[in-house]
C-alpha cells in the first residue's frame, strides 16, 4: 500500500498493445486486481492523457506495465515500443512506473475468460487485454504483499 496525502492509493496495471492498451485497477488495499476498461488506440498523446485521467481519478500511487518479453527473455521490438511509449508517459506524471515481464498474459487471460464464460457472442474484441492487464498486476500484488 502507498500513503498519498493520507489516503491508501491503489496500483494501475497496464498491458500495451499497438492497438489497444489494456487497463486494470487494484482495490484499495492492493490484494485484488480487476479490469477496467480497454483504451483504444488512436493517438499517442491522447493514449497518454487518458492514463493520466485514470491515475488522478482512481488515486493511483503506482503503475505497473506489462513487458512484452521473447519467450528466451530477450527484449524484442515489442518491448522496445512499450519502453518508448513508457519513456513519454513518465514524463508527463511523477507516479512511479515499473515493468513486469508479461510473457504468456494473454495467452493466460484467453483461457481465463473461456473457462469464466465471460465472452458474449457478438461482444468487441480485446476483452482480454483488460484481464492481461489484471494478471500482469495481480502478480504484482502477490509477490509485493501488498
Known amino acids: 500500500m502507498f500513503l498519498q496525502g493520507g489516503s491508501i492509493t491503489r496500483?494501475?496495471?497496464?498491458?500495451?498493445?499497438?492497438?489497444?492498451?489494456?487497463v486494470a485497477l487494484s482495490d484499495t488495499l492492493g490484494i485484488l486486481a480487476t479490469p477496467v476498461d480497454i483504451i483504444d488506440r488512436l493517438d499517442e498523446k491522447q493514449d497518454i492523457d487518458i492514463i493520466i485521467d485514470l491515475i488522478n481519478q482512481h488515486g493511483v500511487g503506482r503503475v505497473i506495465v506489462g513487458l512484452p518479453l521473447s519467450l528466451s527473455g530477450d527484449a524484442g521490438p515489442q518491448a522496445?515500443?512499450?519502453?518508448?511509449?513508457v519513456e513519454k508517459l513518465c514524463a508527463c506524471t511523477s507516479i512511479p512506473v515499473e515493468f513486469r515481464d508479461e510473457r504468456l498474459t494473454t495467452v493466460s487471460a484467453k483461457r481465463l475468460m473461456k473457462a469464466a464464460?465471460?465472452?458474449?457472442?457478438?461482444?468487441?474484441?480485446?476483452?482480454?487485454?483488460?484481464?492481461?492487464?489484471?494478471?500482469?498486476?495481480?502478480?504484482?500484488?502477490?509477490?509485493?504483499?501488498?
Open 11 to 22: 496500483n494501475l496495471g497496464l498491458d500495451i498493445g499497438d492497438r489497444r492498451i489494456g
Open 80 to 85: 522496445e515500443k512499450v519502453k518508448a511509449f
Open 117 to 146: 464464460r465471460t465472452k458474449k457472442s457478438g461482444q468487441k474484441g480485446g476483452r482480454d487485454d483488460a484481464v492481461a492487464a489484471a494478471i500482469i498486476l495481480q502478480g504484482y500484488l502477490d509477490e509485493s504483499g501488498f
